[in-house]
């Protein structure tokens, strides 16, 4: 494609092509498995719509399409999968499976947005707590719905709860 904008569904299954003709077995496997996930939360929303009643196919093809926000959660999902699998590999002494799901991880983080560092999140979250009102630990999720959707696959969810756990404990 010609165009500076591509979407990122498609940027995926160009590199699944390209990867494909270079033999590239784990980022062919990596991203055939992401290809999979994508159809199969497409499929659940075309599912979705019939049950709510749309029949006319060419709406149900248009609106079962994913968002390029919808991509980045389903690989934001498959990261986290990563990651803790990564942790449990580690912990039950099997580095070699560690490192290959750190290879796995590492050509899916090719495709999210650059993560933010902790000095950044704990300002936004210091900011989210102000305008959420909270006032302890027990009102987490408050802060946690307030400053979610600003950061929006930029953080780290294990990291910003330790940082708002700290925050209200202050």
Known sequence: ????????????????????KAKEELKVSVLRMLSSSLKNKEMDKRAKLV???????????????????EVLTAI????????????????????EL????????AILAAYLPEQMGEDEIRKLVVESIKE????GAAEIG?????????????????????????ELGK
């Not at 494609?1 to 494909?20: S, V």
């Open 51 to 69: 049950k709510a009643g749309t029949q006319d196919e060419a709406v149900l093809a248009k609106e079962s399409q994913l968002s390029d926000e």
């Open 76 to 95: 934001g999902t498959e990261a986290k999968r990563r990651k803790d699998s990564i942790e449990q590999f580690k912990t039950g002494g099997r580095p």
């Open 1 to 20: 494609m010609t165009e500076y904008f591509m979407a990122l569904k498609e940027k995926i299954n160009q590199d699944f092509k390209e990867a494909f």
């Open 142 to 166: 408050k802060v946690m719905k307030v400053f979610m959707p600003k950061v929006k696959g930029k953080a780290d969810g294990n990291l910003v709860n330790k940082i708002v756990k700290e």
């Open 132 to 135: 959420s009102g909270a006032a």
């Open 98 to 105: 560690a490192a290959q799901e750190e290879k796995e991880l």
